[in-house]
């Protein structure tokens, strides 16, 4: 079917009408909008934008959190035959300032009356941005513009104007530019076209069952196209209502308010709720610690005779029934109690992780793609699913590996091209293939696996090649560590910054009745250092002395995207972080077996020689 998406989700509003569509909190309470107000705000908003004079073909720009008013402006947009451009709400003014320029967009929605005030002294370095539109507020100026404006503006024009531009659009028109945020270098408009999008929707939809009934808490970047498509276009497509939480740390108590039924997240989320709850369990009463352990050794039994078509068992059914009752069905409440399943993507997660949470009865379907592959290429899904891979290939799609074992994609939700950087289109794409930059296999099965990207693998000087991401994501799964980066290209062995997590670390310091002054304080505490030493020790004992970690860095603060160390979905920007810690990274293979203290970090070696 030749549609676009505006239509798609225009026909929805006429098959659902008055069922809720989305839920915002206001006032304390989180309150409906329903598929017919969904229909009549994106009318709005395309009919104010063409009458403010936007074309078919030019470029709209987003800068806001999860919010309707985000979907009312993109849905608007592209409805008036526009391209939205999203911009993450937390991005520096010097990207936007890229982003504006580089996308040449006429407009430029904030929800940020601050911002729009920044933005206007810029004005002459973004020559085609005509308006300024505020979700939020008013400010006065001849280019910003309020959203009650727009919406007389949009009032005002015959309804008829959005009808045509709509029914004149094509499933090969550009839907959106979408800016990647990138681990090296400026952001890249990635041009995606409706069929891009929409066939990546067909698809996923085939292997999960997602309709009306279900409820999805909205809280990654929608500027992403992972929550964009996944969290957003997919749940509109099948009916879902979308529940926007409130702010990423309110994620906790808007899960049980909401109590949805699917949630999409980057591992960030479950390697926090997985630390925490492990942190409970071990500082608990002892007879309570070990029900929980048991219960955990139970369910993961269970679950990996399922996932290898085994038969558990009268005695394990029995017993996994009980830890059920003992154990997971209290999680599961906390959860909401109606979740049916967690989708994980942007990054690599912990195959530990998965496995908890599916003994847990709450499986975490992790699924593998990029913004050039809008976005997915493979998924776990109910009944394909195995912890530790990124799931079978999409069907629509072709995967090849080239000789140095870089995964490549061909098929109909890769993108079209680089907004004007044909060099790097060139690069990227060759004869149809898209050249993903990550390292993979498949398996016998059909699962696919992800080892690291291509350009961070480590070469040491002894010729060896880590992968460095797989040693990362075995350390975060300690309760005292929240982040890290392993290190050694082209030395003699590896080392690490290491981020504590320090709610755990302060609890533990009470505890142990240490007493210091500030974070700096803390991480240079010899009792500290020791606890960290011997956790790390104990993670890779069993892993070859080349890829172990013979020192390590404890750092006061996380790795920031405002420092440029992370993207705003948490990938760490190694490049970055190596250049703001560099003069800590070299200290560290000039420590030669003792410890060096600095007012931000501590350097210190592993136990063993």
Known sequence: MSDTIPRMVLRHTERFAERTVMRRKQGGRYRNISWIELGEQIRTYAAGLIDLGLAPGDQVTIMSPNCPEWAYADLGIMAAGGRTVPVYHTESLKTILHILQNSQSRFFFTHSPLFARQLVHHLSRVPHLEKIILLSGSVNHDHILSLAELVRRGHSLPRECVDKTLSGGCREDIATLVYTSGTTGEPKGVVLTHDNILSNIEACCHLFRIDERDQCLSFLPLSHIFERMAGYYMMLHQGVTIAYAESIDTVPANLAEVRPTIVISVPRLYEKMYSRIIERATTGPWLKKQIFFLSLRIGRNFTRKQLASETSGVWLSLARNLADRLVFSALREKLGGRLRFFVSG???????????????????????????????????????????????????????????????????????????????????????????????????????????????????AGGKNIAPLELENRIKTDPFIASVLVYGDRKPYLTALVVPDFDALQKYAAHKKIDFLDRCDLICHPRILDLIRRRIDRIQQDTPSYKRIRRFTLLSRDFSASEGEVTPTLKLRRKEIGKNFATVLEDIYRAEGKVIHDTSYCIIERGDP
């Open 346 to 460: 942007g990054a690599p997660l912990v195959t530990e992780i998965a496995e908890f949470f599916l003994a847990a009865g709450v499986p975490i379907y992790e699924g593998y793609g990029l913004t050039e592959t809008s976005p997915v290429i493979a998924v776990n899904y109910p009944g394909r699913h195995r912890p530790g891979s990124v799931g079978p290939s999409l069907d629509t799609l072709s995967l090849t590996f080239s000789d140095e074992g870089e995964l490549m994609v061909k098929g109909p939700s890769v993108f079209a091209h680089y907004w004007q950087q044909d060099e790097a289109t060139t690069q990227a794409l060759k004869d149809g293939w898209f050249h993903t930059g990550d390292i993979g296999h498949i398996d016998g099965d059909g699962y696919l696996f992800i080892s690291d990207r291509k350009k961070d693998l480590i070469v040491t």
